[in-house]
């Protein structure tokens, strides 16, 4: 009974994606007969089409370039800021972690019109870094707290050791804590690859210049102007999608783990 | 982060149309919001309504789901990854796909029409009456896979030696579920109330790439008033209000959750 319903909840849940597949391979007159349907020859022509004339490759390459670097920068400086959080006795550290719980509670948008000027002034409006400044504040409060728990939960005797040894702080830091803290770094780096993949609000907003924007902006200029072409819509769904799907499905223990850390403790 | 935050209260302030020379008005911006803005008041009640569904809807799906799971032996891990994926599909991709399913002429309801089930065709995007409704079914299909995970967890932790002693006991299931599971997920739960409840009175991506508030402002809510009075009519000043206002709603909702902490609800 519990493996009937589950199967239920399950086909919903990849239903609409499996629609997305098969439309991907259909022409656009089949698809603008109906939504559901088997292609009856794959066009595979629809995903060059996609990639080339519509775009999606550029945007692809500047997905890769924000999420990369947005990762890079949280992990490191939600870790240093968190080992200092969690290991260093400063006076001011309990301000700093009601100053990230409120950073994490109260959504980044309400920021956006001070922010958007100020953006457009410093013409960084139409720029990768610009936007890639943002997400680093935006997500800097998850990942603190995230590897905050992490690092206190950790025993200190290793880093002792190393300091009897006679590593300064950073040698500490660098050479014992980040391998110790390494499954927990993954995670963090896995969740905010997604998050920043997937990004949408300060996306569309910055990012008005077709050559800098990224797939999920991309994709939604597409739903407005070629409203008519579904085939490379779906495709472009598809584009999207496929990198977060595909790094959850790879490693979804990280994903799960990270989260539940990170959320429950909040 | 403090700086945009003390930026947006005095913008508020203001009328300024974010180039020119802005003109001190005080809380004038204020007054027209809340006594002379429809859409604004509008917007408050969606946002209210979607609270309202996500409490109780991806709550409930996630919590059953998340239950039926660890009562089964096989495929455990299975169903929780296919249950998630639609989390990681991003925000346009789901409204997109859910919006041109809905359309009017290319989508299910030109399926349910040549099967007969015509009187299921509703206009889910285009009747003012169930287009807010139609915009939170896209989001909760792919939200509540989140909670599930986040539920899953809880459970997890909790011992499972209680209900071997409750079952002992001779207690019935509905009792071992009151009184050993929602007690003790209960910081998981309202962790989630107050998630949510933060989340849907900023909500925007949904009601932006599915209706753009339409039709007729029927589905706007504070976020995307607040976007389309800063980005298409350039009034930075009233679009900094509505963000202040926002945040006043969002502060009394945190009040409530530290008050309940404080009076050692312990949570």
């Known amino acids: ?266 | 982060m403090g700086i945009p935050s003390i930026a947006s209260f005095v913008l508020s302030l203001y009328n300024w149309n974010g180039i020119g020379v802005a003109h001190f008005i005080g809380l004038e911006n204020f007054r027209v919001l809340f006594s002379q803005d429809p859409v604004f008041i509008g917007a408050i009640v969606h946002v209210l309504k979607w609270t309202a569904v996500f409490l109780t809807v991806p709550v409930g799906l996630g919590l059953g789901a998340a239950l039926l799971i660890t009562r089964i032996n096989r495929f455990q891990i299975v169903y929780r990854t296919i249950l998630y994926v639609p989390v990681t599909v991003a925000s346009v991709v789901v409204g997109g796909t859910w919006a041109w399913l809905m359309d009017p002429i290319a989508g299910i309801n030109s399926v349910l029409q040549a099967h007969g089930l015509g009187f299921m065709a509703l206009g889910w995007l285009t009747d003012p009456n169930i287009a807010l409704y139609s915009v939170m079914f896209a989001n909760v299909w792919a939200w509540w896979g989140f909670l599930c995970i986040l539920f899953l967890t809880g459970l997890g932790q909790i011992d499972q030696g209680l209900y071997e002693a409750a079952r002992v006991d001779g207690a019935s299931q509905w009792t071992m579920f009151r009184r050993i599971t929602i007690p003790l997920l209960r910081p998981t739960l309202v962790f989630v109330g107050l998630l949510t409840t933060l989340w849907s009175f900023t909500t925007f991506d949904y009601p932006y790439i599915m209706t753009q508030g339409g039709p007729a402002h029927a589905s706007d809510t504070l976020a995307t008033w607040m976007y389309f009075n800063l980005i298409n009519f350039s009034r930075a000043g009233y679009a900094s209000a509505i963000a202040v206002s926002t945040t006043g709603f969002l502060l009394v909702v945190i009040a409530g959750y530290v008050y309940t902490r404080l009076r050692g609800w312990d949570v």
């Not at chain 1, 439309?23 to 089409?49: C, D, H, K, M």
């Not at chain 1, 960084?124 to 890639?132: A, R, S, T």
């Open chain 1, 1 to 266: 009974m519990a493996h009937a319903v589950l199967l239920v909840l399950a086909a919903t849940a990849l239903a609409p994606i499996c629609i997305l597949l098969l439309n991907s391979l259909r022409s656009n007159e089949a698809i603008s007969g109906g939504p559901l349907g088997f292609p009856s020859s794959p066009v595979w022509s629809n995903y060059t089409s996609a990639w080339d004339t519509a775009g999606y490759s550029v945007a692809f390459r500047n997905s890769l370039i924000v999420s990369a670097s947005t990762v890079l920068g949280v992990c490191t400086f939600a870790g240093l800021a968190a080992y200092g959080l969690a290991r260093i006795r400063v006076r001011g550290s309990g301000l700093v972690l009601v100053y990230l719980l409120i950073g994490l509670t109260l959504p980044a948008q309400l920021f956006l019109t001070p922010l958007f000027i100020a953006w457009v002034h410093l013409h960084l409006n139409n720029n990768l870094f610009g936007l890639i400044f943002i997400y680093w504040g935006i997500y800097m409060p998850f990942g603190t707290l995230l590897l905050r728990s992490f690092f206190i939960s950790l025993s200190p005797e290793f880093e002792e050791a190393a300091r009897v040894d006679g590593c300064n702080e950073l040698q500490v830091f660098r050479r014992v804590v980040v391998p110790m803290a390494w499954p927990a770094l993954v995670s963090l780096a896995v969740i905010i690859a997604v998050w920043s993949w997937n990004e949408f609000f300060f996306a569309v907003t910055f990012l008005t210049n077709p050559n800098v924007q990224t797939v999920a902006v991309r994709y939604y200029r597409f739903l407005g102007i070629y409203s008519s072409n579904l085939a490379d819509i779906s495709v472009g769904g598809l584009v999207v999608c496929c990198v977060p799907v595909g790094f959850f499905i790879l490693l979804q223990r990280r994903f799960v783990q990270g989260l539940a850390a990170g959320g429950l403790k909040g």
